[in-house]
């Protein structure tokens, strides 16, 4: 049931709840900066921006990792499963005492072992947006699996339903 209409918008919190109502899939965005490691940070602000040539984007707020990004010239994204939640809260900024992520290298990338797509990209631009950054980048990398999505959905993690009929693509 929906309710009754609110008012416009009315500050921060307000549109943050109205857009927690777009379900969203959930990644780890790493980036490996000149003095070495890797660094990695939870984010659903990632999107395809052009099949040709192949463009995606990811919006970083003033964080470490937009300070990366702005220094560095690549990103890897890493479309995490359902089973890799306690990933997510570790790379939320909730690190998990005990547990250390699995990288896998696909030449100047890194990526968590066992997501379900792996993106490496070449920053192309960067874009000021308000209080974010949007880079973007131009895939050199990609690599897919089947499994179930970890899902974002109203401040929560949630699970795709078993029983979809067919497949739909959209262009």
């Known amino acids: 049931m929906i309710a009754g209409p609110r008012p416009s918008v009315t500050g921060a919190r307000h549109f943050r709840a109205a857009l927690g109502r777009f379900a969203t899939g959930v990644t780890v965005i790493t980036t490996t900066p000149p003095e070495g490691g890797v660094h990695g940070m939870t984010a659903n602000g990632f999107l395809s921006v052009s099949l040709d040539p192949p463009l995606v984007l990811v919006s970083l707020g003033n964080c470490t990792m937009a300070e990366h990004l702005h220094r560095g010239d690549r990103y890897g994204v890493t479309v995490l499963s359902a089973e890799q939640e306690e990933l997510s809260r570790h790379f939320g900024g909730r690190p998990c005492p005990g547990l250390t992520p699995d990288f896998q290298w696909r030449g100047d990338h890194a990526f968590l072992s ?36 970890l899902l974002f959905y109203t401040g929560g993690y949630r699970a795709l339903h078993a029983g979809l009929t067919e497949d739909v693509f959209f262009y």
């Open 114 to 149: 066992g997501g379900l797509a792996e993106i490496g990209c070449r920053i192309v631009d960067r874009h000021p947006a308000g209080d974010h950054v949007l880079f973007i980048g131009e895939v050199e990398h990609l690599e897919y699996r089947e499994g179930s999505p």
